[in-house]
T-cell receptor, first 113, second 113 residues
């Protein structure tokens, strides 16, 4: 089944403790991206990647890191999480540029206390 | 001015009616436009994409694009209670920002029997 898989689905952590949310896609898609979704603010793009080793900032990249060492994987790293990073995170992938939209994973609900 | 604007609703329509969802965007360099549906607690799901002026139909859904007016709309014919969800408009710019997809805040649609 074609899908974007994120792990974990739920995560509670403490301020300052480094964490990684994994994302993997099995569709051989070129593009991958991370979003966060917050009430009243909607979906906001954190980072996106056009190919292996090629990444670019979205609208809210501060406090996040990403890497794309393999085409199928695009982990999101929070080196020192803070409570304002409590959010619902979505990983997504796309076949290409232009009229191709993103396919979203199931989401990771992160709580930072 | 927000890049992508939608009326948050809620929009309430009776079963069998036409639901009309609207979206405006500010960047004239935008080239591709998408409608996503998001059920409560679920991830966004792509339902339509459009990149040429005019109408594009897919089953009960019709997307309409007017680049001169910077306006995108989604019509849902014969609305069903199962169409009740949040509808998200998203816009992709061309050029070097191929992977950047910006979302509006969404319109909540309720279809009542």
């Amino acid at each position: 089944e074609a899908q974007v898989t994120q792990n974990p689905r739920y995560l509670i952590t403490v301020t300052g403790k480094k964490l990684t949310v994994t994302c993997s896609q099995n569709m051989n898609h070129e593009y991958m991206s991370w979003y966060r979704q917050d009430p009243g603010l909607g979906l906001r793009q954190i980072y996106y990647s056009m190919n292996v080793e090629v990444t670019d900032k979205g609208d809210v990249p501060e406090g996040y890191k990403v890497s794309r060492k393999e085409k199928r994987n695009f982990p999101l790293i929070l080196e020192s999480p803070s409570p304002n990073q409590t959010s619902l995170y979505f990983c997504a992938s796309s076949e290409g540029a232009g009229s191709y939209g993103y396919t979203f994973g199931s989401g990771t609900r992160l709580t930072v206390v | 001015q927000k890049e992508v604007e939608q009326n948050s609703g809620p929009l309430s329509v009776p079963e069998g009616a036409i639901a009309s969802l609207n979206c405006t965007y500010s960047d004239r360099g935008s080239q591709s436009f998408f409608w996503y549906r998001q059920y409560s607690g679920k991830s966004p799901e792509l339902i339509m994409s459009i990149y040429s002026n005019g109408d594009k139909e897919d089953g009960r859904f019709t997307a309409q694009l007017n680049k001169a007016s910077q306006y995108v709309s989604l019509l849902i014919r014969d609305s069903q209670p199962s169409d009740s969800a949040t509808y998200l408009c998203a816009v992709k710019r061309g050029g070097t920002s191929y992977g950047k997809l910006t979302f509006g805040q969404g319109t909540i649609l309720t279809v009542h029997p």
